[in-house]
């Protein structure tokens, strides 16, 4: 087999024995890389820190990966001022926070034939969140729900990002 070894050095081709006793010699675990090269290639090294460290890194990869979730915002089209004006204000603290929000207004039996309300109330909110929020997929009426989606604006993500290190 041919051994590499910790500082990524050959060592030329050897039999496993002598590739055991060198891995032996120097506390380290001999590790079969490439099986299926000809001569197969092990390389000399501390197996249970690789592993340590691969765990590490995929967990830094976790943590930094930016998700993004979906708040829902329910309204009714017969949604009165001060409930609306509630609502919007958590529903601006899901842009802010940098969340991506869905704002559903249900319908109910015979408010189906005034959709146009719906619509002017989702209207609305795009016009009140057009500071701090962009609208990403237009009203759209599925079965007995109508909804939009809005985003936070570009300036809003770094805003996030300054307060999560400022934290």
Avoid: W
């Avoid at 010699?25 to 592993?51: F, H, I, N, T, W």
């Avoid at 930094?64 to 017969?78: A, D, I």
């Avoid at 926070?97 to 015979?110: L, N, P, Q, S």
């Avoid at 146009?116 to 795009?126: C, D, P, S, T």
Wanted: hydrophobic share 40%; net charge positive.
């Amino acid at each position: 087999m041919r051994l590499i070894d910790d500082q990524n050095n050959q060592l030329g081709v050897l039999s496993v024995d002598a590739a055991l006793r060198i891995a032996n010699e120097k506390g380290l675990d001999l590790v079969e890389v490439a099986p299926q090269a000809s001569p197969p290639v092990c390389r000399l090294m501390d197996y249970g820190r690789y592993k340590f460290e691969t765990v590490k890194r995929e967990k830094d990869q976790r943590r930094k990966q930016n998700v993004t979730k979906l708040k829902e915002m329910k309204l009714r089209p017969k949604v009165a001022e001060h409930d609306f004006q509630t609502k919007f204000k958590g529903l601006r603290q899901f842009l802010e926070a940098g969340e991506k929000v869905k704002v559903t207004i249900m319908f109910r039996g015979r408010e189906m034939v005034h959709q146009e309300i719906g619509r002017k109330i989702l209207e609305r909110v795009a016009d009140d969140a057009r500071q701090f929020a962009v609208v990403e997929r237009q009203p759209l009426l599925e079965g007995k729900n109508l909804f939009m989606i809005l985003a936070p604006s570009r300036g809003q993500g770094a805003t996030k990002e300054q307060a999560a290190t400022s934290a």
